[in-house]
DNA sequence: GCTCATACTTAGCAGACTGCCT
DNA sequence: AGGCAGTCTGCTAAGTATGAGC
């Protein structure tokens, strides 16, 4: 995880010279902090765990936060962030005590086309109704994608679209394979390279009415703190398009009205104001829920949200709260593990099928696996819904014993496909999981998601199968950066970091990957040609920088001492490339880009690498970009050098 | 127990944006 | 100034988890 740190190293060199200054600013920062918190313990404040059982109650949590917000707004601009993460947390489900905004923004309404682009049906020019005319449109955008070419995508677009029709339409239109979208399509593409070429003023023109429609409705008031929404707009209509072979693919997403929106606000708020003419679905005020907006969506009908975003308190509390969950892991892991290794010799089924599950959960960092209704979406599978035909049984395999291949496809229909010996216990326990059964049977059948939560939460209050995910990545992360710490770094602290941490992105983040089986072969001759190129083009800047430096010394004039100076950068540069690019190639082979962003940002306790960062005196800059450093501003005020885990 | 609804987190991807090179 | 690669951001799908109601 850590090679990304460095990802722009150039830019590191640059600001390097900063880094002594920035430090001590920091520092000072940290005096500040002490003198303000007297007697807290100088790293880890409060832990919000702590606070949930505390027994203050919700009258004095108001009153400070009065408190610390009057303070604020008398003292500074907006710009003095609020440190929620310095203040009492709400007890009992309560999520706010005031909230106010402004309603969602709805999508545009329909454009009718000019009347110069043209529809055919079976070669023959025809006029759609508007509203057919639109789901027309949604189709002719994505004629470029593959997905418009298969069966389920084209049926049941065709099967939706028939419902948008006139009858006189329906009447006429009966065979897809005859419908001509192609000006339709033409146009679109003309309008967005039209988009692309605008000049400067539209382009800014654009970007202040984003920007007004951001400040209009992009925030709300939450409990006296102005604090920023996720997603304001409402999904447009379209054609859904799930992931991996979705059986609804091509459907059509219904455009939302007012009239489909449930608004949830304080009832002293001002509430937001449904269109001209329109009405909301309802407005409720439900204070024991985060959401602003809501509405039932029509493809799979589940509920939608508009929520904060993740540098908000509600946010912001919940994430820490994760990281602390998975700390107390860390406190009682070792007894969970000696259990779970016990319970494989059980008498009773569903407790050796639980304890197996648990091992893999734990092992391979394989999500929990909720049940799905079949036909209604992609057919893919976490541990507790994994079937016989996911895995095979090798007790011998390339020298090694006891071998389990799991295959199957998970989350967002990525392959998971890995080869791991397990101990002779598991092995065992998973052959007579699978005596007797067919291909398609549930191997774990006496367990599922709940009985697995419901166990867990016994083992430890709050304990549920993600937080292995959480507490195994962080660990590693801790540990992996303690031993780069050892090295000795000095000034080539970059170039070793990238080295060093290539392997340690291995195992940081491996339990996260979905080794790819065979569809490698697909990218490596890519990637291989890219690298031969780059290594063409340094053998090239090579031969070019001694040919000027030969010409430099034969003229000495400033000319040719110029020219050597800019040769010379760009073998620099030329080997910086390769260098990169070699990296990346073994991460795509393994599959880890984005598996990394995500563990970055969704795993990995931030206050590791703020404490690392610290203590290395390397500017956070340099490892979070600025959504980041919002997403984790706790993390970035509180940890300090000696964070541990 | 089971199903269903609800609320919330995690996730990949596409297009926008940025900064650099030619 | 135009093109390109790398990064960032917005979007929304796809998970997890829990609790209510039978």
């Known amino acids: 995880m ?30 500040r902090e002490k003198l303000k918190h007297g007697n807290s313990p100088p790293h880890v404040k409060s832990e919000p765990d702590d606070f949930y059982h505390s027994p203050k109650h919700e ?21 003095e962030k609020w440190k929620w ?24 309404p329909y454009e009718p086309l000019p009347s110069n682009v043209k529809f055919y049906y079976d070669g023959k020019h025809m006029k759609l109704s508007p509203q057919a005319e639109e789901v027309a449109t949604f189709f002719a955008k994505m004629l470029d994608h593959e997905y418009t070419t298969k069966d389920i995508f084209r049926k049941n677009f065709f099967k939706d679209w028939k419902k948008e029709m006139t009858s006189e339409e329906r009447s006429k239109i009966t065979d897809l394979k005859k419908c001509n979208f192609t000006e339709m399509s033409d146009y679109f593409k003309a309008q ?20 007004r429609m951001l400040q209009e409705y992009g925030f709300c008031v939450m409990d006296n703190h102005k604090e920023r929404i996720a997603n304001f707009r409402i999904e447009p209509p379209g054609l859904f398009r799930g992931r991996g072979d979705h059986p609804k693919m091509g459907m059509l997403k219904r455009r939302i009205r007012p009239e489909d929106i449930i608004i949830n606000c304080s009832k002293d708020s001002k509430h937001p104001v449904p269109p001209p003419g329109r ?40 994430d820490w709260q994760k990281y602390e969950t998975a700390r107390r892991l860390k406190k009682c892991v070792d007894r969970i593990r000696n259990q779970y290794r016990e319970d494989w010799k059980s008498k009773e089924m569903r407790i050796r099928q639980r304890a197996v599950a648990l091992y893999f959960i734990d092992k391979l960092a394989l999500r929990a696996g909720n049940e799905k209704e079949e036909g209604e979406t992609a057919d893919t599978v976490g541990c507790c819904s994994l079937r016989v035909e996911h895995i095979k049984l090798y007790p011998e395999n390339d020298g090694q014993e006891f071998v389990v291949e799991f295959d199957f496809l ?40 709940s009985i697995l939560n419901k166990h867990l939460q016994e083992l430890m209050d709050g304990l549920t199968a993600k937080v292995f995910r959480t507490y195994n990545a962080s660990i590693t992360l801790q540990q992996q950066l303690k031993e780069l710490t050892n090295v000795n770094c000095g000034d080539d602290l970059l170039m070793l970091s990238l080295n060093v941490n290539h392997l340690n992105i291995v195992s940081v983040v491996k339990p996260f990957i979905l080794v790819e089986g065979h569809s490698k072969c697909f990218e490596k001759p890519w990637f291989m040609f890219q690298i031969d190129a780059k290594r063409d083009q340094l053998a090239d800047a090579k031969r070019e ?21 800019t040769k010379k950068k760009a073998v620099q540069r030329i080997e910086e490339q390769l260098m990169k690019l070699e990296v990346q190639a073994t991460d795509r082979e393994e599959n880890k880009q984005i598996a990394l962003g995500t563990s970055k ?36 005020d509180m940890a300090e050098e000696d964070y541990e885990f």
């Open 2 to 31: 850590v090679a990304f740190l460095f990802a722009d190293t150039q830019k590191y060199k640059d600001k390097y010279k900063d880094k002594e200054h920035k430090h001590k600013d920091h520092k000072k920062d940290k005096e």
């Open 59 to 79: 009258k004095s949590l108001k009153r400070e936060r009065e408190v610390a917000d009057g303070k604020k707004k008398v003292k500074k601009e907006p710009e």
């Open 85 to 108: 993460w310095e203040e009492e947390r709400y007890t009992d489900g309560v999520k706010w005590k005031f909230l106010e905004h402004k309603g969602p923004v709805f999508a545009p």
């Open 192 to 211: 967005a390279e039209a988009r692309k070429s605008k000049t400067k003023e539209d382009k800014l023109k654009i970007k202040e009415e984003n920007e």
């Open 279 to 318: 009405k909301w679905k309802e407005v409720r005020h439900d204070n024991k829920v985060t959401w602003l907006v809501s509405w039932t969506e029509n493809i799979q009908g589940s509920i939608k949200y508009i929520m904060l975003n993740p540098s908000s308190r509600i946010k912001g509390e919940k």
């Open 410 to 449: 998970g989350k967002d229909s990525i392959r998971y496909y890995n080869k791991v010996p397990v101990e002779k216990r598991v092995f065992k326990n998973l052959q007579l999981f699978m005596e007797n059964k067919e291909p398609d049977d549930d191997l774990f059948d006496r367990l599922n998601t």
């Open 545 to 565: 920088l001694k040919s000027a430096k030969a010409d430099a010394k034969v003229r000495r004039d400033e000319k040719s001492k110029k020219a050597v100076e």
């Open 601 to 636: 940002l969704n795993y990995l306790d931030p206050r590791i690498s703020v404490a690392w960062c610290k203590k290395m005196g390397i500017p956070i800059e340099k490892i979070y970009n600025k959504t980041q450093r919002e997403k984790f501003a706790w993390a970035i």
